[in-house]
């Protein structure tokens, strides 16, 4: 009775996998994308939405210092991302590669093996975190006492919800591999939710200021994560995750950390520049300046969930079908991707840089940091729209396993072009070089990411060449997809 019910089990995931795999390289593109790319927008915009809620409810409390500490604690976030990304990004390019070959045993052991690495990692954090607290905290820009004070607050929860917030990534990026954005779209919505339910019981009724905010977002987190599982304990998805399919083998967890180590590259360069950007701003512009540069990085990460999400949208059709060798459908997803992500961030950009004032009026700063906040929004609107090229090419040369053309990708718009823009313009330019250093390092990232583009495009038509393709689709075919299809299904 016991094999029956276990061959009925293996029968059932067998075909949910099948049924899977013929929707991602038959289904047309445009509908493919937009069904996988918009619901993981959605949430990494919510997820962005909760954070800015965070520091709107903060910022109620009317010192600009809360608001900064929260601002430079994005370093410590940074550092958690880096590890969840790396695990998360690394074992969805693999799992999409996997479920493209029909090798759903591979992508259960790449799957359980990473959650497994991932919380092991969280560990880690939390213990150093601990050890070197108060330091970590005086490098990351929270310098005078005050600052310190309220960053401690805040820090200690953070790093409580580490092996939480690594393993979530993992879970989230596994989802979207096999294609079932939606599922992760709820678990992340539903944290987000509590969260800004959450910040003005905590911080206001049960007045718990700052603290009230960090235990909301760690009693999300440990929601959102609590759903995510259940997805998969339910048996609503194709990869199992399982003890026994946890690896013991070393060549596991080096393929999962080499192919996300661009992602780990990103989010630390990302960490570092905080670091350095929060010592220019409050040596030219004090706690005024570090609370208003926090608040536009939130609004630009508001921004940039756009391209995020449609990015990780993409991700698995480029890894089923380049698995497959359908390598038009590969060509047809890039192009209308980037083209799709890129309207939206323009028209984000326009609506922002008109609307700066009342974007920073929605937080209770002081004038001037209203003021200095306005300025920089408003200089980072122009090269918003630049970014999804950058962030597209990394992401497909990372998916189809080119690491280190990926990993020069990823480094480049924050290593090559943001570090030095942050420690060269402010010496120049004083607090309008703090203001304007994101936005010199995104054009040159644009750039820099076009030769990598067309490099793509010419080893797909020699990958098409070599081993053909059962049709040939073109970005022209996509535009009449759109136009003929019938969304209603």
Request: proline share 2%; glycine share 8%; aromatic share 10%.
């Amino acid at each position: 009775m016991n094999t029956e019910i276990l061959e009925e089990s293996e029968a059932a995931v067998a075909e949910r996998e099948r049924k899977q795999y013929d929707k991602m390289i038959k289904t047309p593109i445009a509908r493919l994308v937009i069904s996988l790319g918009i619901p993981t927008m959605l949430s990494m915009m919510v997820t962005s939405l909760y954070n800015l809620a965070d520091t709107a409810f903060l910022s109620m409390l009317k010192e600009d210092a809360i608001t900064a500490a929260v601002g430079n604690l994005l370093a410590l976030m940074s550092i958690i991302q880096a590890i969840g990304f790396t695990f998360g990004m690394g074992s969805g390019a693999i799992v999409s590669r996997l479920l493209g070959k029909r090798d759903r045993d591979g992508a259960d052991k790449v799957a359980s093996s990473s959650l497994f690495i991932s919380a092991v990692s969280g560990m880690l954090i939390l213990i150093v975190g601990f050890c070197f607290f108060t330091p970590m905290l005086k490098l990351m820009g929270s310098k005078s006492g005050a600052l310190l004070k309220y960053s401690k607050q805040y820090a200690f929860f953070i790093l409580i919800g580490a092996p939480i917030m690594c393993m979530s990534f993992v879970l989230n990026n596994v989802l979207r591999a096999e294609g079932k954005a939606i599922l992760s779209m709820v678990g992340l919505v539903a944290g987000a939710i509590l969260n800004v339910a959450l910040d003005p019981i905590l911080i206001f009724t049960f007045d718990m200021g700052i603290m009230g905010a960090a235990v909301a977002t760690l009693i999300s987190q440990c929601f959102s994560f609590s759903i995510l599982l259940f997805m998969f304990l339910s048996k609503r998805t194709i990869v199992r995750l399982r003890i026994r399919s946890i690896s013991m083998q070393w060549k596991v967890y080096s393929d999962v950390i080499a192919t996300g180590f661009p992602s780990f590259c990103r989010q630390i360069l990302a960490s570092l520049c905080t670091v350095f950007l929060n010592g220019a701003a409050y040596e030219y512009g004090q706690e005024a300046a570090q609370a208003a540069l926090g608040v536009v990085q939130k609004v630009f990460m508001l921004a940039f969930s756009i391209s995020l999400g449609i990015g990780q949208g993409y991700q698995p059709v480029l890894g089923y079908n380049y698995s497959a060798k359908r390598f038009d459908r590969v060509r047809s997803a890039y192009l209308f991707t980037l083209a799709f992500s890129t309207g939206l961030m323009l028209l984000f950009a326009i609506v922002c840089g008109i609307f700066a004032d009342g974007v920073m009026q929605m937080f209770s700063l002081s004038e001037q940091a209203k003021e200095i906040g306005s300025l920089t929004l408003r200089l980072q609107c122009i090269a918003m729209p630049l970014l999804p090229l950058n962030f597209m090419a990394g992401l497909t040369y990372q998916v189809v396993g080119n690491k280190v053309i990926a990993t020069l990708l990823s480094i480049s718009r924050q290593g090559l072009f943001y570090i030095p823009a942050v420690l060269i313009l402010p010496a120049i330019l004083q607090l309008l070089g703090v203001q304007s250093c994101q936005a010199v390092a995104d054009v040159f990232a644009f750039f820099f990411a076009i030769p990598f583009t067309f490099l793509f495009f010419n080893t797909l038509t020699k990958e098409h060449a070599k081993y053909g393709d059962e049709s040939a689709v073109d970005i022209g075919q996509v535009c009449d997809e759109m136009k003929n299809q019938d969304w209603s299904e």
